[in-house]
């Protein structure tokens, strides 16, 4: 099974600014997905991170907003730009491992708050 | 569009008593997965259970369980000697078949209440 790291586990910003997640993971793993987890809401896919090509968005969710790096098959790093207090949210990531055994995996999950 | 419904917001239960999840979904694919994650405090989300949609056989995992019912698109979750580690939320989730896993649909959740 894969082991997921997610940088920082929390943080409280500054409207108006941004900030970077980190997702490293233990394998190589062809897709990484970030979702989003508004207090006491379940969660939504925000997009989609293939290595080597850029992240598909699901409806709602731009590019300009939240930023998607994958840079290689084990790591991928998620922005909310431009920040503000409707941001303040759980954002994970998860990857799937497909074959025999099929399952997601997520990190821990990193609580934003805006302030 | 495929969708996620669970209708129960919060549910209570005994120490070493039995409850049910409930949950529907709405697709039009003969080839998915469904699955029951477990959400406690610490954000941590933890596979409960997992449903191929092509088997007939209700999935069991340990004191879990799962009625699959294929034709009216529920697939419920029975937990039974129930535990004080088992309060937390609980989603059911749904995806695609060809392996993509990753990429979940998820219910609104049930905030499971266990009483001591």
């Known amino acids: 099974s894969a082991v997921i790291s997610q940088k920082p586990s929390r943080d409280i910003c500054q409207r108006g600014t941004s900030l970077t997640i980190q997702c490293q993971v233990d394998s190589q793993v062809t897709m990484m997905f970030w979702y989003r987890q508004q207090p006491g809401q379940s969660l939504t896919l925000i997009a989609t991170?293939?290595?080597?090509?850029?992240?598909?968005?699901e409806s709602g969710f731009v590019i300009d907003k939240f930023p998607i790096s994958r840079p290689n098959l084990t790591f991928s790093t998620l922005t909310v730009s431009n920040m503000s207090p409707e941001d303040s949210s759980i954002y994970l990531c998860?990857?799937?491992?497909?074959?025999?055994?099929?399952?997601?995996?997520f990190g821990q999950g990193t609580r934003l708050t805006v302030v | 569009a495929q969708t996620v419904t669970q209708s129960q917001p919060e549910m209570s239960v005994q120490e070493a008593e039995t409850v049910t999840l409930s949950c529907t979904y709405d697709?039009?694919?003969?080839?998915?997965?469904l699955f029951w994650y477990k959400q406690p405090p610490s954000r941590q989300m933890i596979l409960v259970i997992r449903?191929?949609?092509?088997?007939?056989q209700n999935a069991t995992e340990n004191r879990f369980s799962v009625n699959f019912q294929k034709a009216a698109k529920s697939f419920s979750l029975k937990i039974s000697d129930s535990q004080l580690g088992d309060a937390a939320m609980y989603f059911c989730a749904y995806t695609h078949g060809s392996g993509n896993t990753g990429k979940l649909i998820f219910g609104q959740g049930t905030t499971l209440q266990v009483k001591p």
């Open positions: 991170a293939n290595q080597g090509s850029e992240a598909t968005y």
């Open positions: 697709t039009s694919e003969s080839d998915y997965y």
């Open positions: 449903q191929e949609a092509y088997k007939q």
């Open positions: 998860s990857v799937d491992e497909a074959g025999f055994v099929t399952e997601a995996f």
